[in-house]
């Protein structure tokens, strides 16, 4: 293990402390079965998903993520 890794949890916890509101179980966006939206001939998908890493050196501090849409969603990485 690198001597600059933090565990999020500490060595000998036995449980961990319930944070922020109560875990929720997944829902889907579309029920099981029904096919999901199919882009318009108004938003044909013009690429394949692009992801892109951001580093500082040898850490990547950001991960970004192009859909085939055009959005964009970019993670910030916490080490």
């Known amino acids: 293990m690198n001597d ?3 565990p999020l949890i500490p060595r000998g916890a036995k449980t961990i402390a ?3 509101p109560a875990v929720q ?3 889907p ?8 939206s ?3 001939a108004a ?4 690429a394949a998903p692009e992801v892109t890493l951001k580093r500082d050196g040898d850490r990547v501090t ?3 993520v192009r859909c085939s849409c055009g959005e964009v969603v970019e993670l910030a990485c916490v080490y």
């Open 4 to 6: 600059q890794f933090v």
């Open 62 to 64: 950001h991960i970004s």
């Open 43 to 46: 938003h044909p998908a013009a």
């Open 18 to 20: 319930p944070h922020g």
């Open 29 to 36: 966006l579309h029920p099981a079965g029904a096919p999901a």
């Open 25 to 27: 179980p997944f829902q």
């Open 38 to 40: 199919m882009p318009s």
